[in-house]
């Protein structure tokens, strides 16, 4: 009899704990999705946990990925989250490395994409110029044949791809509000990338040149800080993962606001 009833107590303590418990799904990138061996897991928690608890149950599991805490950021729901932030039964967070920056959205005439094939950027031109232009400014980033002194074979990239495309459209709209332009393209390449191929490929067009220039600076450097994409870099004797920034709590703020006045 007593022995039941132990075992009752325990199986409500059981039911209990499950009744005030949540799932939620974690994704890691990069390096991070090397540590932990896989890209993406179910985890069960507590409710009123935060995305700091989730962090560290990962970082008694693998101690190496106490080592990125300082430099890594975390979103929920594909926008980026502080680390006291508290989880939802069913969120989706995610842990990112330093972002070192085929699916399309459009809007207006614009373009954003993320792409595993070479980007078309002759016919990307064409398609962003109007007769009410007088400019066109283009970023054409592309895979160089060295690294920090070692001699780079190829790269790869790899993306948060919803999230990432939805900074990319956030960059659109600020380019939109803080310059006189007309039309903007930003895509990026994902996957396995040559020496020569163009990684990144970034168009601004307008009626005059200067909102042209500000515009497609103000879009590169903030894509590097803010949009959740990794490169590797392979080379004869091995790989690393490129070095790039934490992006700050204003990730999709100007890199440095008094270079870039308004033109409106």
């Known amino acids: 009899m007593w022995d039941s009833c132990i075992a009752l107590a325990s199986l409500w303590g059981l ?15 990069g390096q991070l999705k090397e540590i932990v061996g896989a890209a993406e897991q179910d985890a069960e928690l507590s409710e009123g ?40 039964e069913g969120n989706e967070v995610a842990f990112l490395p330093p ?6 959205t459009a809007a207006g005439g614009d373009v954003f994409q993320l792409v595993h094939e070479p980007i078309q ?58 310059f006189s332009i007309h039309r903007v393209a930003i895509i990026h390449r994902l996957g396995r990338l040559e020496i020569g191929e163009t990684s990144v490929w970034i168009a601004v067009s307008s009626a005059h040149r200067g ?6 600076r103000y879009a590169i450097d903030t894509l590097k800080r803010a949009v959740p994409i990794w490169k590797k870099e392979f080379f004869a004797d ?27």
Not at 99 to 104: D, L, P, T, Y
Not at 243 to 261: H, L, M, T, V, Y
């Open 211 to 216: 909102a042209a220039f500000d515009a497609c």
């Open 121 to 178: 950027a002759r016919e990307l031109l064409e398609n962003l110029k109007a007769p009410e232009d007088g400019a066109v400014v283009v970023f054409d980033g592309f895979v160089r044949n060295n690294f920090k002194g070692k001699r780079t074979l190829y790269l790869e990239y790899e993306a948060y791809e919803p999230m990432a495309l939805a900074k990319m459209r956030e960059i659109g709209a600020q380019i939109r509000a803080k």
């Open 15 to 29: 039911l209990r704990d499950r009744m005030h418990s949540m799932r939620v799904r974690v994704l890691f990138f």
């Open 49 to 88: 946990a935060r995305v700091e608890d989730l962090f560290e149950r990962y970082a008694r599991r693998f101690p190496k990925l106490a080592e990125f805490r300082s430099s890594i950021a975390a979103s929920v729901n594909q926008e980026y989250a502080e680390w006291r932030a508290p989880l939802e």
């Open 238 to 264: 091995g790989a690393i993962w490129a070095e790039g920034e934490k992006p700050s709590q204003e990730a999709i703020s100007s890199p440095d606001e008094s270079n870039f006045p308004a033109n409106k």
């Open 99 to 104: 972002v070192s920056g085929g699916q399309q």
